[in-house]
């Protein structure tokens, strides 16, 4: 199989690293075909110990050795590890930051320079803030993950819910044919598809829901379905469909209202990623969600009520200190 680079091997990045290793995780031998770039207490424990992964509702607790683990560009570029995929993990916010790294590493005229990138991250936008680094369109591509998994502790991930991982349909038939391989043989389900864009709002109307109202009201993603905010989420989803509508994607406001109840019903007992940022005092991706929504509303000059009341006070309390420490 091609090398893999996970770049940002966080709670999905470390994941997507036993998903798409060679080697079982249970053979104790080390993984060569994928390298885990993260941050250095995670990646340290991971060449210490390796990378354990709970299967919550399974009973099982696997463990993975990586032959290539690198807590910054620089052990890269030490090292012989030259991947043709780099699939990219980072929140959204620090994807800026990541173009600017690469553009000072010189990775992308040496080990990197023939490398494909998947951004398979929340929100939308990112193809755009990735242009920076004026690489061919044919060479960037975008991916969402449909999966509850937790970052327990350095070194060990949870696995709350399987889902799928839907790519752009333009990735080469090799690499299709690898990394259907791949997730078939671990159990989980990929697609490639060709309305992208309409799987990515998808996954932005749920997003939009239950990420800044568990995060709000610090409860698990069942208080979506509460009948005390069903007008609040009813306002919000209106607003983002139309948003989607003139971006070509005409979806009907009582069918998306179904969908989304669907994904929290299913996920009820998950703590979105949202709450877990504003637990753990981090940056939340508020602007890459309902700010998305709020730039593209203001663009086409519909109004966004819902979203900007969201968005102001998911804002106002990740800027709050003392909201931080509020338990589940």
Known sequence: MS??????????????????????????????????????????????RGLQIDMTGQALKKMLYFEHCFACLEELNASNFAPKLVIVCVKTHALPALCQELLQSGLLQSRLK??????????????????????PASRVLEGIAIMGVRFAENGRIELKGMGKTVLEDEIKELEKRELTERFVE????????????????????????INPITALTCQ??????????????????????????????????????????????????????????????????????????????KKHGIDAPVNEALYELVKARTENDASRSLPL
């Open 3 to 48: 090398d893999i680079l996970i770049y940002g091997a966080g709670a999905i990045g470390s994941f997507l690293g036993y998903l798409l290793a060679e080697v079982p995780a249970d053979e104790g031998r080390n993984v060569r075909n994928v390298a885990l770039l993260g941050r250095a207490g995670h990646i340290r424990t991971i060449r210490e």
């Open 114 to 135: 023939d490398a494909t990138f998947i951004l398979l991250m929340n929100g939308m936008g990112n193809r755009d803030v990735f242009r920076m680094l004026n690489l």
């Open 186 to 209: 671990k159990g989980f389900e990929i697609e490639f598809s060709k309305n992208f864009k309409e799987q990515q709002y998808g996954k932005l109307f749920a997003n939009a829901a």
């Open 220 to 297: 698990k993603n069942s208080i979506v379905l509460s009948q005390a905010l069903r007008n609040t989420v009813i306002g919000l989803i209106s607003e983002a469909v139309k948003v989607a509508a003139k971006d070509g994607i005409m979806r009907d406001e009582k069918e998306v209202l179904k969908e989304v109840y669907s994904v929290a019903e299913k996920t009820r007992a998950n703590t979105s990623s949202m709450l877990q940022d504003v637990l753990n005092g981090k940056k939340t991706e508020i602007d890459a969600i309902n700010g998305y929504i709020i730039r593209q509303a």
